[in-house]
């Protein structure tokens, strides 16, 4: 949905352990959904998608879900790296627009 | 997929000023927009632009503050005017840069970060 909020919600994770990153939107006629990655400094790069017409999208080492009654998106990050540490953003593509969630900031302990 | 380039990646301009950024893709892209991410935030869409018509601005956004220019397919510039330190931002350019939005080509610039002092 609309980007809501001053803070990133943070999610802290050990090294090698799988990253689950949440992410509610807005609008139910929301196609098609992309999760980004954003490093520090960087613009925001694409990780994966996946179309309303599907529930669950493999790429490597990382898992999207999506839950369309409830609105509800999930990344999957497998065995995570320390590379893997960045802000990373939802977003839904309707009304021929590319609307970005609030973005969640993923820490990796090592 | 395609690159972006934006420039400049930064400046630092006095209250009042305008500032141009360009936004170059590598190949003709129908669909352009522009956002701008305050810093701890998210990205917010500021405009969609097409090249051959006006440019279409989201709520709270207009043109007279954010003029947005799109003279050929490959090419597209956004300005700030009349800045305030509360535009201190990073602007970022996107593009389509696949086959339509069901695909892979759904491409960022590196965005220009802007100090207004």
């Known amino acids: 949905g609309e980007s809501v909020g001053l803070h990133l919600p943070t999610l802290s994770v050990q090294e090698g352990d799988n990253s689950i990153i949440n992410c509610a939107y807005s609008?139910?006629?929301?196609?098609?959904f992309i999760w980004y990655k954003q490093e520090s400094g960087k613009g925001p790069q694409f990780i994966i998608d996946?179309?309303?017409?599907?529930d669950k999208r493999q790429g490597q080492r990382v898992t999207v879900l999506l839950n369309k009654t409830v609105k509800h998106l999930s990344l999957q990050i497998a065995a995570t790296q320390p590379g893997d540490s960045a802000v990373y953003f939802c977003?839904?593509?309707?009304?021929?627009?590319?609307?970005f969630g609030q973005g969640t900031r993923l820490t990796i302990n090592p | 997929s395609a690159v972006i380039s934006q420039k400049p990646s930064r400046d630092i301009c006095q209250r009042g000023t305008s500032l141009t950024i360009q936004c170059q893709v590598d190949?003709?892209?129908?669909?352009m927009f522009w956002y701008r991410q305050q810093p701890g935030q998210s990205l917010t869409l500021i405009a969609t632009?097409?090249?051959?018509?006006?440019?279409?601005?989201e709520s709270g956004f207009v043109i007279d503050k954010f003029p947005i220019s799109r003279p050929n397919l490959t090419f597209s510039t956004l300005t700030v005017s009349n800045m305030s330190p509360e535009d201190s931002s990073i602007y970022l350019c996107?593009?389509?840069?696949?086959?339509?939005?069901?695909?892979?080509?759904?491409?960022f610039g590196s965005g220009t970060r802007l100090t207004v002092v």
């Open positions: 996107s593009a389509f840069t696949g086959k339509g939005p069901y695909g892979y080509g759904y491409t």
């Open positions: 977003a839904e593509w309707g009304a021929q627009k590319l609307v």
């Open positions: 609008n139910s006629a929301s196609d098609y």
């Open positions: 996946i179309r309303s017409n599907m």
């Open positions: 632009a097409n090249q051959g018509s006006e440019a279409t601005y």
């Open positions: 190949s003709q892209v129908t669909m």
